[in-house]
């Protein structure tokens, strides 16, 4: 029986093979990126999921009230997690992270700089399920300059497979101890790091008090006990403030309250400010299942249709089977065997791309996959699933609708000429439109809108500005001072600044001042930094009030500040304004002599806020304004420079349009995925559309020839097969619209900057669906008009 | 065997009721090879699909070895006829996608008959038929007389009490119709197997050992 099944199935593929390809690839197409749509989710939503006990890990983070804003914060104080150890009995382990900056690592010659270094705890491997390669994760951590490395910076200095316990890193100032080796810390985590040094390095000496309450500067990890209930711990948590802070904030009328934020809901759905990694988007989580989703619908709605499509022709043979003794049952197994199998062939060719494809998809995405991660017994179940779905879902129609004619009817040949639900087969058509028209609209959207960011003005010229960053940690000011006069000569370079940071760096204080308004002084939290006389220069930002800073005497004294700024005070006359430290009774102050033209500090995520910027010469980070031409020959002139004044330092350089836009990375990634589903989502309508006309035009081959008989052209004759599909089209495009509207009317609210929605991506995307509509139905239903009547109407 | 006791079936066609049997008496006993005779749309087809219980009717009983047919469900039905009852159509009606081997065997896996049992049987068929030479080949490929030989076979592989077979030559040219109609007149006389052709023809009819002639639905006395 089973045998028997195969075997039509199998003769069926072989009789009708262009349709059993197009049937075969659309599910394959579809499927194997619905995959990795889902590869992408499950691993999203899998973040932290990885720790043995992730359930009862959290992070303590804080919601800090000012008095006229409130910064919710990942940071934490250095006591804290001691504390609460100490006095919750809930807590069944504590542990911390506090961030290094990038920093220097020598082993003889080899060294590089390391970005993800933290100093940790020891107790942090009781939280976490790190797993030692190497060395023991007890006492790892013990001692000060211990240092617990990943298995790829380990063979990056050491080499491979040979032992790193015992070794040691060099920094300019330090030596490390290496005391133990971890697997690297996977990809799905919200805190990810190459190297831990052990806390105890940095809580020597003064610099870093444990004791202090007052500095946020440090990530704050606790295991609850099992059953521990997170709200009621929360709660508990609240008279901490009064126990152990209120001495220190009260008097600039700062309240904080702590909060145990689940680890594994971090990735998603943190939205505190100072986060370790770039986080994931629960609206792109929905986006991508739904995608993920419509694109097996329409790669389903295919194989249902070609199969409907197509079922007129075995009709003959249902009415044979059910004459000879077969039963419905039999029959609806038997068409529901071939679908599967169909469906399973599908299955394996897409598990076979998916690994074939994998490198690309890791490239857009971002992700890291591999066919390890890949081999699970979830995703070998999904892909059983997927199979039966597709292949029950796709058979079931003709299953079930066939297999209920009457066997006398069907040989009479009552099927051919009803030929399947033509209706639900246009309903389906509209959807699979529908969900196209949807997504190429959100895909214009989505990419004119990012274009659109990389036009705006941004206030400040980022073309050919090269960034390059002394960081020794020592002061260097004259070494810099020396450097830049250097560069200055360079036939290659225009100008040259300085400042502490740079529109789109992020390192910028978010300082408390005093300011004088018209009402008298008011306390308010502003962004600043500072920079030397030339930074306005080095990146064309306009003065449009009073003076730029000019010598040393502005030190201190002198403060200059953007449009946002005069405009949150309410300043007539800016120029002259003051501005103290909180705090600061001396009586002294600093001046505002100048006002800038706005400019986006941050990305176009953010509206420009009020900015401060002090003079200070001479500062770390430094704005190189080459001239156009010859760039590659003034970068290697700055590198022979560099290496003359701090030649322990590795010269790295970045540039300023690549590294502001690199703020839109995430979107433009996403962007990138979206559109090539998009594309993919349309490919598979056409596939599936090819294939049902195909279908109809057979069936209405003699439809056709009788008109053509009767003196019909073959225009004629094209027209009326293709303006069915035209009107589906058209429906479409009603439903498709308003859903369309009301997504992308969503997403560009989260952006200050948008250039809002206009017609043409709804117009030209409705216009290209319908074309490829079209196109495809036209081939077939001109093929069939230009046959000769003669020989359809013998044969009928 | 058989006893159709005043059946009588109709379709409504815009208002009008039209007859397509009317009152039809007829009993059959088992070894029995009738010929039902009349011009076209007299029901011919009509009756061999209602004896065969592939259609159904609107009033009358049917007595099929003692079973009441009018009284059955479609399950019990079909099990009834799937035993006990084969068919062969004027258009032969094999699978085109099966080879002759295959379309003989068809009936038998709705039978659950063992894999080894129904090679035998096919076998035995094949060779009764004289056709184990062409058991590889698929229909298309064979001429019409052999696809109806094929019907045949098929529609004995499952040892039927009744053969009905509906113009069974009608695509046929004379000599290989002859033929057909003598294994036919040899399945009744040397294994006893009741038959019931609808036919238009003369020749044909005679070889039956009964004649009915319908009219418009009805038997002509």
């Known amino acids: 029986m089973i045998k028997n099944v195969l075997l039509i199935a199998l003769r069926n593929f072989k009789k009708d093979k262009w349709y059993s390809l197009l049937n075969v690839l659309g599910l394959t197409i579809g499927i194997t990126f619905s995959l990795f749509l889902i590869f992408y989710v499950t691993d999203e939503l899998n973040y932290d999921r990885y720790h043995d006990k992730a359930d009862r890990i959290y992070r303590i983070v804080s919601y800090i009230q000012e008095r006229d804003k409130n910064t919710n914060w990942t940071a934490t104080q250095l006591p804290l997690a001691s504390t609460l150890k100490k006095d919750f009995p809930e807590v069944e382990e504590s542990g911390r992270f506090l961030n290094r900056e990038r920093t220097l690592f020598k082993n003889g010659e080899k060294s590089f700089y390391e970005t993800k270094v933290y100093y940790a705890d020891s107790t942090i491997f009781n939280i976490f399920s790190y797993k030692f390669v190497e060395g023991n994760p007890t006492h790892a951590l013990n001692e000060p300059n211990s240092i617990v490395i990943s298995k790829t910076l380990a063979e990056k200095y050491f080499g491979k497979n040979t032992p790193a316990v015992g070794k040691s890193l060099k920094t300019v100032y330090d030596l490390f101890k290496v005391t133990a080796v971890i697997e690297d810390v996977p990809s799905n985590s919200h805190l990810r790091f190459d190297m831990l040094i052990s806390l105890s390095t940095i809580l020597r000496g003064d610099q870093n008090n444990p004791n202090s309450w007052g500095g946020f500067n440090n990530f704050t990890y606790v295991l609850l006990k099992p059953g521990v209930n997170a709200d009621a711990f929360n709660k508990k948590l609240l008279p901490m403030y009064d126990k152990y802070m209120k001495a220190i904030f009260e008097q600039y009328k700062v309240k904080v309250r702590y909060e145990a934020q689940p680890i594994t809901s971090i990735h998603l759905h943190s939205d505190l400010e100072g986060e370790p990694e770039e986080l994931g988007s629960m609206s792109y989580i929905w986006i991508f299942s739904a995608v993920a989703f419509f694109m097996m619908l329409i790669a389903c709605i295919n194989y249902m249709n070609l199969t409907t499509a197509r079922s007129a022709r075995r009709a003959k043979e249902i009415g044979i089977r059910k004459v000879t003794g077969s039963s419905k049952k039999q029959l609806v197994l038997q068409f529901l065997g071939e679908s599967l199998v169909t469906a399973f062939v599908a299955v394996l060719i897409s598990a076979f791309l998916v690994l074939l494809l994998l490198p690309y ?284 004044y701090f030649p322990q330092l590795p010269f790295e350089y970045k540039f300023l349009d690549e590294d502001f836009n690199s703020q839109y990375v995430a979107d433009q990634k996403r962007g990138k995925i979206f559109a090539a589903f998009s594309i993919l989502t349309i490919f598979i309508t056409c596939l599936g559309l090819l294939g049902l006309t195909a279908f109809t035009t057979q069936q209405k081959q003699k439809e056709i020839s009788i008109r053509r008989v009767l003196g019909a052209s073959t225009m004629e004759m094209v027209i009326l097969i293709t303006k069915n599909y035209l009107w589906l089209a058209l429906i479409a495009s009603f439903i498709a619209f308003p859903v369309a509207y009301y997504f992308m009317h969503n997403w560009l609210k989260v952006f200050p900057y948008n250039d809002g929605l206009s017609l043409i991506p709804f117009i030209v995307s409705a216009f290209v669906i319908v074309v490829t509509a079209t196109i495809t139905a036209t081939y077939h239903s001109a093929k069939a008009a230009l046959t000769k009547p003669a020989v359809v109407l013998k044969t009928e | 065997m058989i006893e159709l006791k005043h059946i009588t079936k109709w379709v409504n066609s815009g208002g009008n009721r039209i007859f397509l049997l009317r009152d039809i008496n007829l009993t059959v006993n088992e070894g029995e090879f009738i010929s039902i005779m009349g011009p076209s749309g007299s029901g011919k087809s009509t009756l061999l699909n209602v004896i065969g219980m592939l259609d159904e009717f609107n009033e009358g009983e049917y007595n099929f070895i003692g079973q009441p047919v009018h009284e059955l469900k479609e399950k019990h039905r079909s099990q009834l006829y799937k035993s006990h009852i084969g068919f062969v159509f004027q258009a032969y009606h094999l699978i085109d996608e099966l080879t002759v081997y295959e379309n003989i065997e068809t009936p038998l896996l709705y039978q659950n008959i063992k894999s080894s049992e129904r090679q035998a049987i096919v076998a035995d068929i094949l060779d009764r038929f004289n056709i184990v030479g062409k058991k590889d080949l698929f229909p298309t490929q064979l001429s019409g007389g052999q696809q109806q030989l094929v019907g045949v076979a098929r529609a004995l592989v499952a040892k039927p009490k009744l053969i009905l077979a509906d113009e069974p030559t009608g695509n046929l040219n004379s000599k290989q119709g002859e033929e057909i109609m003598e294994l036919f007149k040899k399945l009744n006389t040397e294994d006893g197997v009741t038959i019931i052709q609808a036919t238009h023809s003369e020749r044909n009819a005679a070889y039956g050992s009964k004649i009915i002639n319908l009219l418009d639905g009805r038997i002509e006395k």
């Not at chain 1, 006398?408 to 209706?423: D, T």
């Not at chain 1, 090269?466 to 002061?475: F, I, L, P, Q, S």
């Not at chain 1, 001239?627 to 700055?638: E, L, R």
């Open chain 1, 361 to 644: 998809f890791n490239s857009i995405s971002g992700k890291s996959f591999t066919l390890h991660t890949l081999m699970q017994p979830f995703n070998t179940l999904l892909l059983l699933s997927i199979g039966l779905f597709t292949g029950l879902v796709g058979g079931s129609y003709p299953a079930f609708y066939l297999s209920g004619f009457k066997p006398v009817s069907i040989l009479k040949g009552a099927l051919s000429s009803a030929s399947g639900n033509v209706n639900l087969r246009r309903i389906l058509v509209v959807l699979q439109f529908t969900i196209s028209m949807i997504m190429l609209i959100c895909t214009w959207v989505v990419y004119s809108q990012l274009s659109y960011l990389q036009k705006i003005d941004l206030g400040f010229n980022k073309e050919q500005v090269m960034t390059v960053t002394v960081n020794t940690g020592e002061d260097e000011r004259h070494k810099i001072y020396a450097m830049n006069n250097e560069f200055r000569t360079m036939p290659g370079i225009k100008n040259v600044g300085t400042g502490s940071a740079y529109p789109g760096s992020g390192n910028t204080n978010l300082n408390l001042f005093t300011v004088q308004t018209n009402n008298g002084f008011v306390d308010k939290g502003i962004e600043t930094y500072q920079v030397d006389e030339n930074f306005m220069g080095s990146l064309g930002i306009k003065i449009v009030k009073g003076r730029n800073f000019s010598t040393l005497a502005d030190t201190l004294h002198s403060i200059v500040v953007n449009e946002a700024m005069v405009k949150h005070f309410g300043w007539d006359e800016p120029l002259g304004k003051r501005v103290k430290f909180p705090g600061d009774t001396s009586g002294n102050y600093v001046e505002v002599v100048g006002v800038m033209k706005d400019f986006n500090q941050k990305s176009l995520y953010n509206p420009i806020a009020p900015l401060l910027l002090f003079y200070s010469p001479n500062n770390n980070i430094i704005q190189l304004k080459m001239n156009p031409g010859n760039v590659k020959s003034t970068i290697a002139q700055v590198e022979t420079v560099w290496k003359k």
